[in-house]
């Protein structure tokens, strides 16, 4: 619901920024008090405020032992935590509200803050670690544990219209918070300052739900659809090398090197899968593969009918940020006239790659990629993928990303009328007359992006492309990009 990464993002910049002025401010102790309360919002750090952060020079304070750093942060921020938390709240709200509507999940038609108070205990941090002072810049990673009395209530629309206020009680975080400050030579001397979650160790969020006037049981579903969201956004928007970029001076200066790029494209080949699970009470499972590096850019298979040990023979195209943290997720699922299940999931790390070589894998099927929860321990099969990753040349790079850009926008469009339910829809392949496809995919026949059946014309005018009719069968070995995925 982007509620408790947008208290990440809001606690993470401010803190971010005060750990930088205390840091500071310990080199002129006299003011460094009255000088860290004057920090009423972020929006107010303007010029001035940052003309004292670096003095003539760039800050000197980054070469301070840890446990200094450390213990002043945490005395600074116990201080300045009211006006942080304000200041989060305004974030939270002006940066949460256009994730909401990106990931919100179909069964929920609005979400919105009731009550956002952060409460009263600051966050502590418990360890500092300067990574690199690269020229112009400087990383540093914080760990940050926060169990504050934080007071927030949502209010969730459904599709029924009906209004449900959900309290989040006990909120509580533990994560890694990667920042980046990006130093100018003249003043302001801090331009911009980078945000995100590293992924080791795992961000820990926990909370709890509670329907305020009666009990969430009453709505199933919604309180894994919450979750759901919440582990979506917190993954995709700030997990690293996902970042929050907030400029800073209000000085017009180039963003874009420190902006997330596409770096590279991995070609999938599903060859096939072997030794599947059947879940089917009468025949057999009818799988196909779900796959994808950002979840946002989910791609599906054909399905292949009562078949165990399927061919798929598809090819799919997926743009990279971040080749060494970023992972393949393939998913095998059975397609049921009711809801389709869970065969099976593999991740696989993209740093195994060697750029621009071909090479096939096959990989053991698990029931969970939460390898915590994994109780039943049954041979799922295996799935056999040949991958090729490809960095990009400039030039690509730059078209790869207005391709994306374009896709996103036909797809929040496509949701906007109707024609799916969420834009976390895998787009793929059109096969056999799926139910799938309709009214929940963005099936891909031809060259264009469109739905089977009914709704196609509408969405071949909606996303203003062209839409090939008739059979509508995927040519085995055909490259996602042509397969109406391009981005
Ligand atoms: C997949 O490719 C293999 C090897 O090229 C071929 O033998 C097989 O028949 C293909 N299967 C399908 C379903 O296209």
Redesign the pocket.
């Given at each position: 619901m982007g509620l408790v990464s947008g208290i990440f993002l809001g606690v993470v910049v401010g803190v971010a920024l005060v750990a930088l002025l205390n840091q500071s401010f310990k080199l002129r102790s006299k003011q460094r008090i009255a000088k860290a309360a004057d920090i009423k919002l972020l929006g107010d750090l303007v010029q001035d405020d940052l003309k004292k952060l670096c003095g003539a020079n760039y800050p000197s304070w980054i070469s301070f032992p840890e446990f200094e750093r450390v213990k002043w942060l945490n005395k600074q921020l116990a201080k300045i935590w009211p006006y942080v938390a304000m200041a989060a709240s305004g974030v939270i709200k002006e940066v949460v509200e256009p994730m909401l509507e990106q990931y919100r999940p179909p069964g929920i038609a609005a979400l919105k803050f009731e009550k956002l108070f952060l409460g009263n205990v600051a966050p502590q941090c418990e360890g500092i670690r300067v990574q690199s002072q690269k020229k112009g810049q400087i990383t540093m990673d914080l760990d940050f544990r926060w169990g504050g009395d934080a007071s927030i209530i949502l209010g969730i629309q459904t599709l029924v219209g009906a209004s449900l206020p959900i309290q989040l009680k006990n909120v509580q975080f533990f994560a890694t918070v990667r920042t980046i400050f990006q130093l100018a030579e003249d003043i302001p001397c801090i331009s911009a300052v980078v945000v995100a979650l590293l992924a080791k160790p795992k961000p820990e969020v926990k909370y709890l739900l509670k329907l305020i006037g009666g009990s969430l049981t009453a709505v199933p579903g919604l309180s894994d659809m919450i979750k759901d969201m919440v582990e979506n956004i917190l993954v995709d928007t700030l997990q690293w090398p996902h970042r929050i970029v907030v400029p800073i001076g209000g000085l017009p200066i180039d963003l874009s090197e420190l902006e997330l790029k596409l770096e590279g494209r991995l070609t999938v080949s599903v060859?096939?899968a072997k030794s599947l699970k059947n879940l089917e009470v009468f025949g057999k499972s009818d799988p196909y593969v779900v796959l994808y590096a950002r979840i946002l850019f989910k791609y599906k298979t054909k399905v292949?009918d009562n078949n165990l040990n399927?061919?798929?023979?598809e090819t799919f195209e997926l743009d990279i940020e971040d080749q060494e943290t970023q992972t393949l997720v393939l998913q095998v699922m059975d397609q049921d006239i009711t809801e389709d299940k869970f065969l099976g999931v593999v991740s696989f790390p993209l740093a195994k790659l060697t750029p621009e070589e071909t090479k096939e894998f096959t990989l053991n099927l698990l029931p969970s990629l939460d390898t915590a929860h994994v109780v039943d321990k049954k041979d799922r099969g295996t799935i056999t993928v040949k991958l090729n990753y490809h960095i990009f040349t400039k030039e690509e790079q730059a078209a790869a990303m207005a391709a994306e850009k374009e896709f996103l926008e036909q797809k929040k469009r496509a949701k906007e009328a109707g024609l799916i339910g969420s834009t976390l829809d895998a787009v793929g392949a059109v096969g056999g007359a799926g139910k799938a496809l309709v009214g929940t995919g963005i099936g891909a026949v031809g060259t264009g992006l469109g739905m089977v059946g009914s709704g196609l014309g509408k969405a071949g005018k909606l996303v203003g492309r062209s839409v090939q009719l008739g059979g509508a069968s995927m040519r085995?070995?055909s490259p996602g990009r042509e397969n109406g995925m391009s981005r």
């Open positions: 060859i096939g292949v399927p061919e798929w023979n085995g070995q």
